[in-house]
């Protein structure tokens, strides 16, 4: 295995397993919520803030997963019966379309990091930046997986691996 192949699946599973991770906390804390409100009628004051944290960190590494198997703006009904050339031109434009997207995630992200640094959750005593990272982090991580599938894609056509 090349040390390219590594990193990737190395840094892949990472965001994969926090996801995973992270999902499996969701679904324990709106299951606790619950059982606290209608079996023991105490509900838990914080569970419903942590759950729409967690479900934020979950949505936007989900949509970096997403990107990171293309599986994302792909629309393969629609393209598959499209012309080749169409369709070319249409896989090119795709990537561009979605680094900009992660562009002004990471930009305007960090303007909302900024912009509520001093406030915190009533319940939870945490910062509302923890929410909002995960809008810059899934940025990021996207423009990283984007940059290797295209340097992967013009590597593969140079080595006449690439697909017509």
Do not use: D
Request: with cysteine; charged share 20%.
């Amino acid at each position: 295995m090349n040390k390219e192949y590594r990193m990737r699946k190395f840094f892949g599973n990472i965001v994969e397993w926090v996801a995973a991770t992270l999902l499996v906390a969701l679904a324990v804390v709106v299951f606790l919520q619950v059982f606290n409100r209608f079996v023991l009628k105490t509900p838990l004051a914080w569970s419903e803030e942590l759950a729409m944290l967690l479900f934020q960190w979950v949505s936007f590494l989900g949509a970096a997963i997403g990107v990171k198997q293309m599986r994302h703006f792909g629309i393969e009904l629609l393209v598959k019966k499209m012309s080749e050339k169409v369709r070319h031109k249409i896989e090119l434009f795709i990537p561009f379309f979605m680094g900009m997207v992660a562009f002004i995630m990471i930009t305007e992200g960090l303007k909302l990091i900024h912009f509520n640094r001093y406030r915190f959750y009533s319940t939870m005593n945490l910062s509302y930046v923890w929410p909002y990272l995960a809008i810059p982090v899934s940025g990021c991580l996207m423009i990283f997986y984007l940059v290797w599938h295209e340097v992967r894609r013009w590597t593969e056509k140079r080595e006449g691996r690439a697909n017509p």
